[in-house]
């Protein structure tokens, strides 16, 4: 009672931004359900739950062992660690807000909160991937793969790590040796926690039939 309480009460001093977030990622869904041959593979999914938000299974929207680890380096050390969910990164591609104050901190997770409520968990590593922005004339899943000669429908293990790699570490027109570096590093990195994570049940809210190319599972939910 009291958490429907709370979620009424967010999407009403929310609601101009729920429903562009809402409506946005309806709209991601429906393109990934009309283009399942296009469809991020299993493999892309589950290095981003590795790499991004290895608690995705279990968090409502927002990850709060993250944040305080995140806000403790901050406080101890000046530096600054990402503490964000796939949900959390969703909401900042579909509004477009990437400025660093507790304002808007505390309204992309509320909003997240939304997000992991109303879609399924195993719905947004997909959906994150095909909006993600992984560098130079690769804003989405589509484009990355065009302008890296990769098939969108069937990536090894190796390629989808060095796609999610650009992530966190998006290529620019002309890559640096440090960049390129970082890429590398990154890539390894995801290869060695995936195969960590295939056997400690990280990726079981992903397995299922409901993932499979032609699944209808990307249908967005009626509006509420």
């Not at 990934?32 to 892309?44: H, Q």
């Not at 530096?79 to 509004?95: K, N, P």
């Amino acid at each position: 009672m009291i958490g429907k309480i709370i979620v009424a009460a967010l999407e009403h001093a929310l609601s101009a931004d729920w429903d562009m977030v809402r409506s946005r990622l309806d709209a991601v869904c429906v393109m990934i359900a009309r283009t399942p041959d296009c469809t991020p593979p299993l493999v892309a999914q589950r290095l981003l739950v590795s790499g991004e938000d290895h608690r995705h299974a279990c968090h409502p929207g927002f990850d709060l062992i993250a944040i305080g680890r995140a806000c403790w380096r901050r406080f101890r050390f000046g530096t600054h660690e990402g503490g964000s969910t796939i949900e959390q990164q969703i909401v900042r591609v579909l509004t477009g807000r990437y400025e660093r104050t507790v304002a808007r901190k505390l309204r992309e997770i509320a909003l997240a909160a939304l997000v992991a409520r109303r879609y399924a968990k195993n719905r947004l590593p997909a959906a994150y991937l095909w909006i993600g922005y992984y560098g130079w004339r690769m804003n989405g899943y589509l484009q990355a793969c065009r302008r890296l000669g990769l098939s969108p429908q069937s990536l090894s293990p190796e390629e989808a790590a060095r796609l999610v790699a650009r992530l966190k570490y998006p290529q620019p027109r002309k890559a640096s040796a440090r960049r390129v570096t970082q890429i590398e590093r990154r890539t390894n990195h995801l290869r060695a926690l995936y195969q960590k994570h295939l056997f400690d049940g990280t990726y079981r809210h992903l397995d299922g039939p409901t993932l499979c190319k032609r699944s209808t599972s990307f249908e967005p939910l009626p509006q509420s």
